[in-house]
């Protein structure tokens, strides 16, 4: 970007991240319009990385473009690739991602980080997130609030914390001080359905078994790529599938994030996975780190 553009980047920076997301937009419509993807379209892709590569640094632009590069990097891309990348741009142009929707939820995982900054949590502390929460109500279907919420509300519901209760609080809770060391935070709380119990959305040390089972991957990986993942479960005896679908036992989330990413942590893959959850299917999302300790245990 020549000095003179560079100066002004700031000032046209939201119409730039829209222009960019639109045009990747049609390119992903266009170059599939018929149902098949040649090299040549993927090509196109590459190109529009290329006219990006100046500013893929700078946020929200580093979220999108390694997302693309991943995707493209292989010279192939298939269906899902292709829905995550639309799914991330239509997150990324909408209002979601710069209204007050946005800056409230960075506030809201600081409160709950807050809160068990000290180790301990208490019932004054919940009551004055639950009022936070009741202050925020705009806030209900955008995660982690919901989950939040619905957390507070049983626990306060006999007025005290027992010991489990803390031990699942701090455990939650502290996964939002990441930010501190740019770990991904990747423990949300969901509700199963038809019950008032609460499970980590990544299972605390799974139970992995590979032989027969099926296996997704999301998210980034710093020690493999998707490949690389998928070879190993074939020689394990598992079988890497590219989908969220009612058949999929294990949905395996990357370790590898930037804090400030809004969407690429918890993506498309997540979202359906919660989803067949609250339906009653059992679809168990694992850690990478949970992941490579099953894989030296099997």
Not at 83 to 98: G, I, P, V
Not at 129 to 139: G, P, Y
Not at 261 to 274: D, H, I, L, Q, T
Request: charged share 25%; proline share 4%.
């Amino acid at each position: 970007m020549a000095s003179e553009i560079q100066s002004y980047f700031k000032f046209t920076g939201k119409g730039r991240l829209e222009k960019a997301i639109n045009s990747l937009l049609g390119l992903l419509e266009g170059i599939a319009i018929d149902g098949t993807v040649t090299p040549g379209e993927v090509a196109l892709l590459r190109m529009w990385l290329a006219d990006n590569q100046d500013v893929a640094n700078r946020h929200p632009f580093s979220e999108l473009v390694p997302v693309v590069a991943e995707a493209v990097a292989d010279g192939v891309l298939d269906p899902e690739e292709r829905a995550d990348l639309t799914w991330l741009c239509e997150k990324l142009r909408s209002t979601e991602f710069y209204d007050m929707v946005t800056a409230d939820l960075q506030r809201l995982h600081a409160v709950v980080g807050g809160i068990a900054s000290d180790g301990v949590i208490s019932v004054e502390e919940m009551r004055g997130l639950s009022d936070w929460l009741a202050e925020h109500e705009h806030l209900k279907t955008c995660w982690p609030y919901d989950e939040i919420d619905a957390l507070t509300t049983r626990v306060l519901t006999d007025g005290r914390i027992d010991e489990s209760e803390h031990r699942m609080l701090l455990d939650f809770f502290t996964e939002f001080l990441a930010v501190l060391d740019e770990r991904t935070i990747v423990r949300p709380l969901v509700a199963d359905g038809g019950t008032n119990s609460f499970t980590a959305l990544c299972a605390v040390m799974p139970a992995v078994s590979f032989p027969g089972a099926t296996f997704c991957f999301t998210g980034a990986s710093a020690k493999y790529k998707r490949a690389q993942f998928e070879e190993i479960v074939k020689g394990l005896g598992g079988e890497p599938i590219p989908a969220v679908t009612a058949k999929l036992n294990y949905l395996v989330i990357g370790a590898e994030g930037n804090p400030c990413w809004a969407f690429a942590c918890y993506g498309r893959k997540v979202e359906k996975a919660v989803e067949l959850r609250k339906k009653g299917i059992r679809v168990v999302l694992v850690h990478e780190n949970d992941f490579h300790d099953a894989v030296l245990d099997a």
